[in-house]
């Protein structure tokens, strides 16, 4: 009988701990976060649009503006992560960096248009226009709303370059700028 008691005792320590009446307790643990309104635009490519000699040298049209082409800029992986972006486009006409009133027939400015395409159904497109001395040389423009979070590449066209009149231009160094903003619809504008 010694032996079958030894035995009992040696199964009892063999049983696991949780058969003696041992409870497990949960507990749960929240986890949260936000995740702001963002929207990037891509580094323009060129950052800077030279025109270079903007007149005619020599014929029936020498001082006039002359035949400019197109130019495009890229602003590669543009994105907005919430619904409701459009893109604006603020255009400053070319104008001399001599501000003195330009004589009878002679401009110190030159208009053109900028058009953002690629963010949504309508695009961005500002048309400045400059008179012969440089004044009234902003103009603006707002695509439509974008409906929803998207990533994607925009082109900046600069097309159209006239001169105030068909006047002569002043001789000198012009400059001018575009600013392309990507933000909530409401701001946008």
């Not at 001082?63 to 409701?84: D, E, K, Q, W």
Request: charged content about 5%; some cysteine.
């Amino acid at each position: 009988m010694q032996r079958f008691t030894v035995s009992l005792v040696l199964l009892a320590a063999a049983l696991p701990v949780a058969a003696h009446g041992q409870s497990t307790a949960t507990g749960n643990v929240a986890v949260g976060g936000n995740v702001a309104l963002i929207c990037i635009l891509g580094d323009p490519t060129p950052s800077l649009v030279d025109l270079g000699q903007m007149v005619t040298t020599s014929g029936p049209r020498a001082g006039r503006i002359a035949t400019i082409a197109s130019r495009s800029v890229a602003l590669a992986g543009s994105f907005c992560n919430f619904a409701g972006s459009a893109v604006k486009v603020d255009a400053t006409a070319l104008r001399s960096a001599d501000t003195t009133a330009p004589p009878a027939g002679f401009a110190r400015a030159v208009n053109f248009t900028a058009t953002a395409t690629g963010w949504a159904t309508t695009a961005a497109a500002a048309t400045t226009a400059a008179v012969a001395n440089g004044s009234s040389a902003t103009a603006s423009g707002t695509g439509s709303t974008q409906p929803l979070p998207k990533i994607s590449d925009i082109g900046l066209t600069l097309s159209g370059f006239t001169a105030p009149g068909d006047a002569i231009l002043v001789a000198g160094s012009y400059s001018g700028t575009i600013v392309v903003t990507l933000g909530p619809a409401a701001t946008a504008q």
